[in-house]
């Protein structure tokens, strides 16, 4: 598992993408342009749209190889993105956001170390997806104190059973 407090690559190449059906064809384009950009690419899943896929299936092995540091960061697509991201978070180290806007696609890494980034399919336009991808991928994490201590206690989180442990 990578240490929440890691900065990561100076540029993240090695990115994976994950969709169930409700997200198969804007995950589809994003790793088109990704390749076009140059990134190496690692697509977990789903290989085809299937109706009665289950998003975990293929969002979890994303979030797992996130974490362990086989790729850098990590797209996930379902219909509203929503499931994408509650799965994503359930792997430690992860720190995965449903984002919809240019802000907080690179806050969220910038403040927050977010390394998995979730997409709502059928909610957010392909333009856009890219644009919010792309923001993703050129966040840095500023390692500023107060946001290593904080990730220090979401850290804690995963560790203790959900309790913040107090200095």
Excluded at 67 to 85: I, K, L, N, Q
Excluded at 119 to 132: F, I, T
Aim: charged share 25%; with cysteine; proline share 4%.
């Amino acid at each position: 598992m990578t240490d929440p407090m890691s900065i990561l690559p100076e540029i993240a190449k090695r990115i994976g993408v994950a969709a169930d059906h409700g997200g198969f064809e804007l995950k589809q384009e994003l790793v088109r342009m990704l390749r076009q950009d140059g990134y190496e690419v690692f697509d977990y899943g789903d290989s085809q749209p299937k109706p009665d896929d289950d998003y975990p299936d293929f969002v979890v092995p994303l979030a797992r190889a996130v974490a362990s540091g086989e790729v850098d960061r990590g797209v996930a697509v379902c219909g509203s993105g929503v499931g994408a991201c509650v799965a994503a978070n359930k792997v430690a180290g992860i720190r995965a956001c449903l984002i919809h806007e240019t802000f907080s696609a690179h806050q969220g890494v910038e403040d927050d170390n977010m390394n998995v980034i979730c997409l709502g399919g059928l909610v957010v336009a392909q333009a856009l997806a890219w644009e919010l991808v792309k923001t993703f991928l050129a966040a840095r994490f500023s390692g500023a104190e107060r946001h290593r201590r904080r990730l220090a206690k979401v850290a804690a989180l995963e560790n203790w059973g959900g309790k913040i442990i107090e200095k």
